[in-house]
């Protein structure tokens, strides 16, 4: 792997687990009524993240979650930022999974991301969309050890030292975590992962995050020979989770191999084509710009 810009000078410790130049600010608390509730209310996880503060030119955060792995988190993220993207919002994506970062490949970047003069970095570009993934600072082939309060921080840097300029809105991917506004729960069909989605969409109701709604992914996939309709995770579980927990059922993606090609070749469906894969996913984009944007 080619040698990284900055990588070379970086010192990593506990405080600075990207190894930013200049002085660190803490997060400041925030005001009444903003970030937070109070510690009471945070579930163990959260009870160590220091308070959050807001981000310079941020008004609207989106928390993608499924509290399950592999339901298709990153994938809807990138396709509904891409498509919020193209009905004009102004969108960045943040990849906050530190174990497991899939947005430099779904976006086709590499490399390091630059620093500003104020020593933030500089989000990298593709299609159209800033974004920010760990997968762009560490080696991705290598494991990353970290645990506990050394990845908060480094959450913490990849939110708060990040040169977003001016965006409306903003994607936390896959963690429930500071800054939180709103969230986006996704799920297959299946009873299996419908019930750690549920834990999610209650833990959300707990720490006061309000939904805007459950994505269904893998929902129908069409036989491309028969053109036959099967449901391989069920059909209607995430929809009838919504009804009983009264959420708002945002979309439909179908599975389809398209998607996993597209993905794999860092051209999200929403910009690799258009039809009734990216119309999934603009349906789901008008879903939320009419719940936020309203
Ligand atoms: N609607 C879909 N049809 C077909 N394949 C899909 C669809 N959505 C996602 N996939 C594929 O499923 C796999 C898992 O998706 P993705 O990586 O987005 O899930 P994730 O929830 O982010 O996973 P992880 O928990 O590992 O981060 C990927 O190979 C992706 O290309
Ligand atoms: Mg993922
Ligand atoms: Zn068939």
């Not at 965006?167 to 419908?194: G, K, N, Y």
């Not at 491309?224 to 989770?241: D, K």
């Amino acid at each position: 792997m080619r040698a990284r810009l900055f990588s070379t000078f970086r010192a990593l410790s506990h405080e600075n687990p990207l190894g930013l130049p200049g002085r660190r600010l803490p997060p400041i608390a925030p005001k009444p009524g903003q970030g937070l509730p109070p510690s009471g209310s945070i579930p163990a996880m959260g009870r160590s993240i220091p308070v959050a503060r807001s981000i310079p030119g941020v008004q609207k955060i989106i928390v993608v979650s499924s509290a399950k792995g592999g339901v298709g988190k990153s994938t809807v993220s990138v396709n509904l930022a891409l498509a919020l993207s193209s009905a004009g919002k102004r969108v960045g994506l943040l990849d906050a999974d530190i174990f497991g970062p899939s947005v430099p490949r779904l976006m086709n970047l590499s490399g390091e991301p630059r620093l500003s003069e104020s020593g933030k970095l500089v989000p990298m570009v593709n299609y159209g969309l800033k974004s920010m993934s760990m997968g762009y600072l560490v080696d991705t082939e290598k494991p990353v050890v970290w645990r506990g309060l050394m990845v908060m921080k480094a959450l913490q840097q990849l939110m708060w030292d990040v040169e977003w300029g001016v965006w409306m809105s903003w994607f936390l991917i896959c963690r429930p975590e500071p800054e939180i506004r709103s969230a986006v729960v996704v799920s297959t069909p299946q009873d299996i992962a419908l019930i750690d989605a549920v834990k999610g969409v209650n833990m959300f109701k707990k720490v006061d995050v309000p939904i805007l709604g459950m994505v269904q992914n893998m929902s129908v996939f069409t036989c491309p020979n028969c053109s036959h309709t099967t449901h391989i995770f069920g059909s209607e579980g995430v929809a009838r989770e919504c009804k009983k927990h009264s959420i708002e059922l945002l979309g439909d993606v179908p599975l389809d191999a398209t998607i996993c090609s597209d993905a794999d070749v860092g051209k999200p469906t929403v910009v690799a084509r258009d039809g009734p894969l990216s119309d999934a996913y603009h349906k789901i984009a008008g879903a939320v710009i009419k719940k936020l944007w309203g």
